[in-house]
């Protein structure tokens, strides 16, 4: 398991749980993340749970009149959301890989995951 | 009888799929497939085509892939349907 980065200046924590286009959540949680990136927040951005479904890159999303999120979630460094993470036992769990992902996303373990949050300033659950 | 799953909650349909009951995977339901299969490898397990191609699953054997016109007819031949949405 790679170290944290050190984080200097005050992050928030953003945590995706859930599977994509079923509900609202994962649309709702990037576009918190970049909202709070224009408003000048430091974001931490992480895959938990059924949220690492996100990161499967196959998906024929128009299929069901949806634009796809990996394609939006792989323009999050553009918008200054550098730090993406995703829980390894979720992906363990799921049988995800993060070889296939076009974006840098850096797998986190459960305790560490406790780490980043308890340093956070705020952390919103989507 | 056949069962409808909405959500990835594989151990809501475990009681009939003991029974060797048919399941339907739609929506999130997609993401039980994996797990449902090697559960209970004599049940016949069906998925909507658009609900899992668009999850970006990968195919799996076993796994019967329907059209929304054959899911409906699936519903109305093995009449009746269990919904199980959460």
């Not at chain 1, 939006?72 to 992902?101: C, G, R, W, Y």
């Not at chain 2, 997609?30 to 449902?36: Q, T």
């Not at chain 2, 031949?77 to 949405?85: G, L, M």
Request: proline share 4%; charged share 10%; hydrophobic share 45%.
């Amino acid at each position: 398991m790679s170290d944290l980065p050190v984080l200097q200046n005050p992050y928030i924590v953003i945590q995706t749980t859930q599977a994509p286009y079923s509900t609202s959540d994962a649309t709702d949680c990037l576009e918190a993340a970049l909202a709070a990136t224009n408003i000048g927040m430091q974001v931490v951005y992480i895959f938990v749970g059924d949220g690492v479904y996100q990161l499967l890159k196959a998906q024929q999303s128009t299929l069901i009149s949806h634009k796809s999120i990996y394609k939006k979630l792989s323009a999050l460094p553009m918008f200054d959301v550098e730090l993406i993470f995703a829980q390894t036992s979720a992906l363990t769990t799921h049988h995800i890989s993060l070889n296939d992902i076009s974006f840098a996303v850096s797998p986190i373990s459960d305790a560490q995951l406790v780490q980043i949050c308890a340093k956070a300033t705020q952390v919103l659950v989507f | 009888m056949i069962i409808q799953l909405l959500s990835n909650t594989p151990s809501k349909v475990a009681a009939y799929c003991e029974q060797g009951l048919s399941v339907i995977l739609l929506q999130n339901g997609v993401y039980a497939a994996l797990s449902l299969i090697a559960d209970y490898p004599k049940c016949t397990f069906y998925a909507v085509k658009n609900d899992y191609f668009a999850s970006g699953l990968p195919r799996l054997e076993n796994l019967i892939l329907v059209s929304d016109m054959q899911w409906v007819d699936l519903c109305a031949q093995q009449h009746p349907v269990i919904t199980i949405q959460q």
